[in-house]
């Protein structure tokens, strides 16, 4: 049973340019959530996707954006890229609909380095 | 403002010792749930633990357990008989229900090494 897989690993940007982050939820997931963390910090929400709508957003500017697909898969888009939006950032699914526990499983995450 | 608080510096544990990562919480919520990721140097987020604001019970998992003190709004983690596997930083999260059970808040994490 594949757990949640994100691609790419690494990424380098340079300021101002955009990037598109991959996510594949763990078999059976609907739903998807994105997550920063900058170095030293604990993750910051983004946002959260399900049946291929944005549900819930934290505080983060327009700028990231994101899409899901009908497979549940979902993209994170990040536009006018800035030298603080270098991060790692963590990908996590679970049920809409799940016990009250509801634990999210994350993926291993993509590191943007932005230049 | 700051929902979760993780304080202590950086730590080293002797292998087989014990353990305790302090984490307070802050929300104004009768429902919510308390987590602790474990984050190795690979960066993904591991789940130890779950504590539910109407358990009753600490919770136990293994060699983790949760001293959950509600009125103190304190849910620090134990880790017994620690191993040097153990080594990473260690995250304290909160999920209030009327934000949605799918959002996690995060506290900046006590890294832990555990030395032979």
């Known amino acids: 049973d594949a757990g949640v897989t994100q691609s790419p690993t690494h990424l380098i940007k340079t300021r101002g340019q955009q990037v598109t982050l991959r996510c594949s939820p763990k078999s059976g997931h609907d739903t998807v959530s994105w997550y920063q963390q900058a170095l030293g910090q604990g993750p910051q929400f983004i946002f959260q996707y399900y049946e291929e709508e944005e549900r819930q957003r934290g505080n983060f500017p327009d700028r990231f954006s994101g899409h899901q697909f009908p497979n549940y898969s979902s993209e994170l888009n990040v536009n006018a890229l800035l030298l603080g939006d270098s991060a790692l950032y963590l990908c996590?699914?679970?049920?809409?609909?799940?016990?009250?526990?509801?634990?999210?499983?994350f993926g291993p995450g993509t590191r943007l380095t932005v230049l | 403002a700051q929902k979760i608080t993780q304080t202590q510096p950086g730590m080293f544990v002797q292998e087989k010792e014990a353990v305790t990562l302090d984490c307070t919480y802050d929300t104004s919520d009768q429902s919510y749930g308390l987590f602790w990721y474990k984050q190795p140097s690979s960066g993904e987020m591991i789940f130890l633990i779950y504590q539910g604001s109407y358990d009753e019970q600490n919770a136990t998992e293994g060699r983790y357990s949760l001293n959950f003190q509600k009125a103190r709004k304190s849910a620090n983690l134990v880790i017994s008989a620690s191993q040097l596997g153990d080594s990473a930083m260690y995250f304290c999260a909160m999920r209030e229900v009327p934000y949605g059970n799918n959002r996690l808040a995060f506290g900046k994490g006590n890294q832990v090494v555990v030395i032979p």
């Open positions: 996590a699914s679970s049920l809409a609909l799940g016990s009250p526990f509801n634990e999210q499983f």
